[in-house]
């Protein structure tokens, strides 16, 4: 018989679980919360290549190649606020990342499930273990419906109910900031994209940042000749009404946006955000890493095992390697699955607690949380102290601790534990 799954969560990292698992042979079953997959859903996302691997082992390498594209290149320059123009700081030539769109992948790994495998509008509300499986209740418009597994993997989000129920008093961190986001039609806009070309050289065949005063943006190209930002923003923590981070802004965030971004960027950015449909705000949190996810039968995978803050573009990333490590796990061990889980934990913890605390660090150091960003002068470090800054990619052992040395004697305000920038996965 096969191993039975219930997976809580259907966005990309329970759905690619459910992919890695069926091809180890398990049966598997998927409660999502939403109604349904909204098309135009989410934005732009970079892929390691780890994750680039972790895909073709699932099968998906030709379908995925179709729906993205190379971005080689990773620059990052300084904004000069009095001029509004651009100098390069640091430019990588063996970024070896892949982008596309959150929701193209999406579609990408439910359409490789059965149909029916990803059961839309369930919202779990109990979890029952006993020594032979778990049962998991799920409100559905149709009332409760109890769904019965040898195992669940849990890979619903930062906000995770299952986690909630099984490490007490956990709490998400609120980061400080906020991310902008949109996508522009670059063929719709023609004019709008060579403009943007003339100011940023390399978009199409990489990722740039941009760095200001307490923030940050980034922009690259999407299959489609989309033109995906991001805009990092230092903000009070904003209420939330809902299981989702997102925020859809209203007239007058926009306009705030819109002002805003006249004071800090370049024109070309300026009139990307303007011309973009449908902005919307994701709040940014992560938590402090822990060290089990496996209780009885129930695992963690994705963001409920280990929230991230994006800027090491770390967590579709993570969790799809979360999935790919599940999957080999289990077909190592297709006859215990309660073993299965713990080897996988065993192999990502401590990966991935490099990750998250890398992410949070290098997120603070860009904003410009660890120094007065008006008073370092980035154009006039040194290329080492400023990939270090920026990107991490040095062979000091420590990245908090070598970044803190560099910069001089400045407060720090990350609080996470130290992490080992050369053991985590570029």
């Known amino acids: 018989m ?33 109604a349904s997959i909204i098309a135009t859903t989410g934005a732009g ?9 972790a895909l073709t082992r699932l099968g998906l390498r030709d379908i995925f190649e179709e729906c993205s594209q190379p971005i080689p290149i990773e620059e990052y320059r300084w904004i000069d606020h009095a001029t509004k123009s651009a100098i390069s700081l640091i430019k990588n030539d063996k970024h070896l990342h892949r982008s596309m ?33 778990v049962t998991v209740t799920a409100e559905t418009p149709n009332g409760e419906k109890k769904y019965h597994g040898d195992i669940v993997i849990a890979a619903d989000g930062v906000g995770s109910f299952a986690r909630k129920q099984l490490v007490p008093g956990d709490e998400r ?5 906020v991310a902008w986001r949109g996508v522009c039609d670059g063929n719709a806009h023609p004019e709008l994209l060579a403009e943007l070309k003339a100011d940023f050289e390399t978009l199409g065949n990489g990722i740039i940042f941009d760095i200001a005063d307490r923030c940050m943006n980034l922009i690259y190209m999407i299959p489609g000749n989309r033109i995906n930002w991001l805009w990092y923003r230092d903000a009070p923590e904003p209420k939330l009404g809902s299981h989702s981070v997102t925020i859809r802004p209203n007239t007058e965030d926009m306009q705030k ?18 011309t973009s449909k449908a902005p919307f705000m994701n709040v940014i949190y992560d938590k402090d890493p822990i060290t089990q996810w496996v209780f009885g039968r129930v695992a963690l995978m994705g963001e409920a ?24 796990c289990f077909e190592a061990q297709p006859h215990d699955p309660v073993a299965a889980l713990h080897k996988y934990a065993e192999e990502r913890i401590p990966q991935t607690t490099k990750e998250v605390l890398f992410s949070r660090h290098v ?24 990939s270090l800054l920026l990107n991490g990619k040095q062979t000091e052992p420590d990245y908090k601790k070598c970044a803190t040395e560099l910069l001089g004697n400045v407060q720090t305000i990350g609080k996470g534990q130290s992490v080992l920038a050369t053991d985590r996965e570029q």
């Open 305 to 328: 095992a280990h929230p991230t803050t994006p800027h090491g573009s770390r967590s579709t990333n993570m969790s799809i390697q979360d999935a790919d490590c599940l999957g080999r």
């Open 101 to 133: 769109h959150w929701s193209d992948l999406h579609r990408l790994l439910i359409k490789a499930l059965p149909q029916g495998a990803v059961n839309f509008s369930h919202k779990v509300a109990l979890l029952q273990q006993s020594e032979s499986g």
């Open 2 to 34: 096969p191993t039975k799954v219930v997976i809580i969560g259907g966005s990309v990292g329970g759905v690619s679980t459910a992919v890695a698992l069926r091809k180890a042979g398990c049966d598997v079953t998927v409660l999502e919360r939403a």
């Open 363 to 386: 997120g603070e150091v860009r904003q410009g949380h660890w120094f007065d960003p008006v008073k370092f002068d980035w154009p006039s470090q040194t290329p080492e102290i400023k």
């Open 173 to 177: 961190r609120y980061a400080g900031m």
């Open 45 to 53: 996302l970079g892929l390691d290549p780890k994750t680039c691997a």
């Open 257 to 274: 946006l819109y002002t805003d971004a006249e004071n800090t960027w370049t024109p070309a950015f300026v009139k990307l955000i303007k």
